[in-house]
Each structure stands twice: as C-alpha cells, then as structure tokens.
C-alpha cells in the first residue's frame, strides 16, 4: 500500500501518543495500581508481604518511610498521610496536653488512623523512650534505670521488666522503645551513665539482649532500638560537639582494637537477639560521626554482623554531619542510614533525599534497601494486621509491674561498706533519725527521663512510694521514725540509727556531664549534722553514676549504692531492713579520684586502682535471721 505524507503524520500522532501514556503511567508518575496487591494477606511470609509491597510504592512513599518526625513537629495531621511518614515518636517530654493513659492512646491512634488513610496504608511506628519503664506517663511503674539492673547481674529479671515496660508502651499506643542503651561508660563525668548496665561488654551485652527478648519476643511485640552505636561512654572530655556540653556527643577516640573488642560485641549480642532496629550514637569516631560512616554502619553492622533490622539516626544528629541539610543526608543515606530521626523538618528532609535520587547522588537500590528494612520491621510487629481490640490500660502501674520493680530495687542495691554488720536493721530499732535531699522525693529516686527529659522534682507521682515512706512502712510499731531534710533535729538526744538518703538531682545527656561528680554542700552539710545525733551513719546514695566520696567514706558506718530505684521506694526498705539480702554487685567500677578519669580498666599499677573493682558488693542474709537487732 501507499504511505502518503498524511499518512505519515497522522502515525506519528499515534506513536507520540503511545509514548506520552507510557510516559503518565510510569511509576514515577502516577503510583503503581494496588490492584492484586497482597501484602496483606497474614498468612504469607513476611519477605513475601515486604516484597509485593515495595513493587507497589512510589519512590516518594518509599523515602516517606525514612522519615521518623517527631510528634510536636508535625505541621498537620494529614501531613503523615500526604508525606506517608514512616515513624513519630515523642522525644522525652514530649507527652499529650491529657498526660494520662486515655490521653495516650488518643494521641497516637490519631497519627495510626491518619497513617492508615494514605493510598498505601502504611501504619506508622510510634517510639517512645521507655528505658525505666514507660516514665512517660505518671501513673506507669518507673523501674530502676539501668545501671541499676546491671547491679543485679540477673538477665531473667532483665526480661521480665522489658516485658512489663513493653506492656505499659503497647498500652499506650507505643510499639518502639528507644532502648537497650549499650553504652560502656568509662568516665563517670558523663551525664548518660545510668543509661547503660554496665561497663562491661559482656554483662551489657547479655543484659542487652534480656531486654530485647523481653520487648520483641512476645505479641504483640515492641520494637528495640539498641544505642548508641557505636563508642558511645569513651568519649573523651572536652570534645563534645554541643558547646553546653562536655563529653556527650563528643569525640570516641579512633582505636579500633577498643571499639572491636569491647564496644562492638554487645551490639553482636543484639543482633543475635534480633533487635529490629539499631541506633546511632551522636558521637564521633575520630573525625567522623558515627552517622556518617560507611565503614561503621554497613561494612561492619550490616556486612559483617549481618544486621537486618533497620539503622536510626539519633535525634538532629545527621545534621551535624556537614554545613548544609543536602550534604548531610546524603552522606547519612549513602552511609547506611535506613531512618533518620527529624526533630524539626521533615519536608526538607524529604525534598532533599528526593533531589538527591534524581541527581543519582542516592542510589534508588540504597532507598529500597532502607524501605525494606524499615517495612520488614512493621510486619515482623505485626503492625499491618493489628486489630483495634480494646486495650487494657489497668497493666499501666499495675500492682504486678510495681512488686516486680521493687524487687528489682531490693536486687539492685549494693552494700559497699557494712561496718559491724550493722545491716540489716531490726524494724524494732528504736529511733531511726532520717536526712537528706533523697530521702522524700519521688522524683529524685526516679531521676530523668521520668515525664520530663530532665525528670520531676518531688512526690506527685501516682502510686510511687518514697524512700522515707518505704521505711516507714517497714519499721514495727515500736520504732520512731524522725525525718528532716537537713538533718536538723529538735531533740538533743543520740538516736540509734541515721539514715543518710542523698544524691544527685535528676539530669539527662549532656546537662548530667561533671567536671566532679560528687555529693551536694547541702547533703554533706545534712549528713554532719545527722552523723553529730546519731550512733550509726547508714549512706544511701541516690546517683546516676559512682560518685568521689573518697575522702568521706570513713565516716559512715554503711554505704549503700541505690543508684535511681525508680517509683518503688520500698524495694530499699526491704534489704535495710533484711526482708532481702544485699546482693547486688557494681556494675561498673567506683573511681578514688577524677585525676585517674577516663578510667582503664585494664590499667594495674596503683594509681590506676578504683575505691571499689566492678563486681564488688557485701552480702548480708535476709529477714528470717537477721543479725543485727539495734
Ligand atoms: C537521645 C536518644 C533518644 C532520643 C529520642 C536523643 O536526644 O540521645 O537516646 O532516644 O533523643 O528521645
């Protein structure tokens, strides 16, 4: 046949046709259909789910899911849905204006339901810190914080407080904690001791994974994030990158055997717990931050170590990676970060990992690879099938999670002096005079992270019982109770028995670093005073972390290490009054001096002793004979 000219323009009207719908129905223009999806079938295996879903996304949801927005940052509630954001979380104190359970839930079913109306669906995961117990909310048990627990040596009880926390979270709502912290602290000036357990790798490591077992292996489960990777504790003093700080986000000194023999393997015993995701530290490891590290997070965490859950950045950290936000994400991305915590922006965030892939600067393998480990992690939670059962809020400061936090506090104290084993005390002991700034405050004993980032000041906690209250409870009838804060006493009498309960004051991150972390002038001022009408001087320090009371300890008759017990305050009662023995050892060692910080474990000579060796702890026996009866 014959083509005439007509002919001819009037196929190339058809073929510019066919290329421009080819074009509108390529994925990067109009989202795959969901026709024949089946990710959500719950009877196929997750790969399976993970898989079909990511066929169907848009590049734009993809990068949505990288993003974990902090909750007083979002402009608009529809925002999760239009920007399909894969994580909120509150940062400490970051609560509903209705601070109770019921408020709770609100809050987040608010942002789960508006996840859930995107084209996709995606839930999103909603992260809590709930490293002593769900503190962010009043009424909830406050566990001891984990140096504590470290003091107990006792993984099954680990567990068991993981278990209770992920139960007081779920309740509200909160399928992610922001913990275990395996941090390894060598320098008590830190402000983020308590956090760890321990500052040795290997009971960090095994308590590490006893808590992540606690939140992730059962249903429904809580999502872990073991932190700070990696270095975290070692971070040398005066390197901090926040000019109000002084150690924390600091700089870990680039030795690699250190961070391979002991900063790695608790992270190895993370992951051989399955922790669904890992978060970075804000530290830098010599003259890179961690988040910036290729080397760090994919050779070693998910090359080497086979790590499949997903990597977090911390806080506003990738941006402090270089000048610009673009920059920053890019190196953040390329170099293994799956989510990136945005306290702030999310829309910058997502405009620039946008540019980036269009630039090729990001690579869309490296998207679908962090996409898939974030989703692979929201099926194994089982969040694409929950079903809106009603929730058991009665779990939040239940009489359950509240004998077991005691228990953990009667586990956790260690006796470091016990002069004439005048522990235990008899609850007949006849006049017990009691001082200091811990003694009556709830807020003190529970330390940070308690509501607010910095922690509360006082007893308005509902349900938690202080020191002061606990040994009041125990005494028997015939005992006399006295009690002032400064340790000023009316009669002028010698009483039996003082009880000196004092400490540091609630801090968090870098507001606890200390050039010398010690007891306060008007707790050493209460203590004199009490030392001066009293026959025996007991010391109950309530502290993040070993404090230099060197030069005073020959003063006291007992020294008991509390560290912060949390809401319980009975659990210290028990073992002073032998309802349970003293058995916990310190989980980290006790320096004489700050001139011998950071402090070398592995350092012999004499200058380098401790005042007390980790792992040292007096034992008494418990309440069916006691041995002291003053
Ligand atoms: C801390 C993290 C914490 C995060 C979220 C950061 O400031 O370093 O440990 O999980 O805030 O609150």
Same mark, same amino acid.
């Given at each position: 046949m014959q083509i005439s000219p007509s002919h001819v323009i009037h196929l190339l009207f058809i073929a510019a046709g066919i290329v421009a719908l080819v074009l509108v129905a390529s994925p990067r223009n109009m989202p795959p259909?969901?026709?024949?999806?089946?990710?959500?079938?719950?009877?196929?295996?997750i790969d399976a789910r993970v898989n079909d879903l990511l066929v169907h996304m848009t590049l734009e949801e993809k990068i949505g899911q990288m993003a974990l927005v902090e909750k007083n940052s979002v402009h608009e509630l529809d925002d999760v849905a239009t920007y399909g954001l894969g994580a909120i979380l509150s940062g400490a104190g970051g609560k509903p204006e209705n601070n109770t359970p019921e408020g709770w839930r609100a809050m987040i079913g608010q942002f789960t339901n508006a996840s859930r109306s995107s084209r996709i669906g995606i839930p999103i995961l909603y992260g809590v810190d709930a490293n002593h117990g769900n503190g962010n909310v009043p009424d909830a048990t406050i566990f001891p914080h984990a140096l504590g627990l470290g003091a107990t040596r006792d993984p099954e009880l680990v567990e068991h407080i993981a278990r209770a926390t992920a139960e007081e979270s779920l309740a509200t709502g909160a399928q992610w904690n922001f913990s275990p912290s395996l941090d390894l602290p060598?320098?008590?000036?830190?402000?983020?001791?308590?956090?760890?357990?321990?500052?040795d790798p290997e009971l960090a490591g095994e308590l590490g994974a006893a808590y992540i077992r606690g939140l992730?292996?059962?249903?429904?489960a809580v999502a872990a994030a073991a932190k700070h990777y990696i270095g975290a504790g070692s971070m040398a003093w005066q390197t901090s990158s926040n000019k109000d700080f002084f150690i924390d986000q600091g700089i870990t000194p680039p030795d690699e055997k250190t961070l391979r023999d002991a900063y790695l393997p608790p992270f190895q015993r993370a992951i051989e717990a399955n922790a669904l995701s890992i978060m970075t530290g804000l530290n830098a490891w010599g003259d890179t931050k961690v988040s910036a590290s290729r080397y760090l997070l994919t050779d070693v965490l998910k090359n080497e170590l086979h790590f499949n859950g997903f990597v977090v950045s911390d806080w506003y950290g990738i941006y402090e990676i270089a000048p610009g936000t673009y920059d920053s994400t890019v190196t953040a991305i390329n170099a293994g970060v799956d989510m990136v915590m945005l306290p702030y922006d999310y829309v910058q965030f997502i405009s620039d990992v946008k540019k980036a892939v269009g630039r090729g600067a990001i690579s869309e393998s490296r998207i679908d690879d962090a996409a898939r480990r974030i989703l692979r992690a929201k099926f194994a939670l089982g969040l694409f099938d929950a079903d809106d059962a009603a929730v058991?809020?009665?779990? *939040?400061? !239940?009489e359950l999670h509240r004998a077991l936090a005691r228990e953990a506090v009667g586990k956790s104290l260690v006796l470091l002096k016990n002069d004439d084993s005048?522990?235990?005390?008899? *609850?007949? !002991?006849k006049k017990i005079r009691i001082a200091g700034s811990a003694a009556d405050n709830i807020g003190m004993q529970s330390?940070?992270?308690?509501?607010e980032w910095q922690g509360v000041d006082g007893n308005w906690l509902p349900g938690a019982t202080s020191i002061l209250a606990g040994i009041r409870q125990a005494t028997g009838p015939d005992a006399i109770v006295q009690y002032d804060k400064d340790g000023t006493f009316a009669e002028k009498d010698i009483a039996d028995i003082g009880i000196a309960i004092v400490g540091e004051k609630p801090y968090a991150e870098g507001w606890g670093d200390a050039a010398n972390p010690t007891l306060s002038a008007d707790d050493m001022a209460a203590i004199k005073r009490l030392r001066a009408s009293t026959r025996h001087l007991i010391v109950i320090l309530i502290s993040g972390r070993p404090l230099i009371i060197t030069d005073d300890i020959s003063n006291w008759d007992a020294l008991v290490a509390s560290w912060l017990p949390g809401s319980e305050g009975e659990g210290v009662a028990d073992a002073l009054f032998g309802n349970v023995p003293f058995g916990g050892k310190l989980p980290m060692y006790w320096p004489r001096s700050i001139k011998q910080l950071p402090f070398d474990w592995t350092d012999s000579s004499a200058s380098a002793r401790p005042l007390f060796p980790r792992g040292f702890g007096l034992t008494t026996e418990s309440l069916k004979n006691p041995k002291s009866n003053r």
């Open positions: 259909s969901l026709n024949g999806a089946i990710y959500g079938d719950e009877t196929l295996p060598t320098d008590i000036r830190w402000g983020r001791i308590y956090e760890a357990f321990s500052d992730q292996e059962f249903t429904p058991d809020l009665s779990v *939040i400061g !239940s005048i522990l235990p005390l008899s *609850i007949h !002991s330390g940070a992270w308690t509501v």
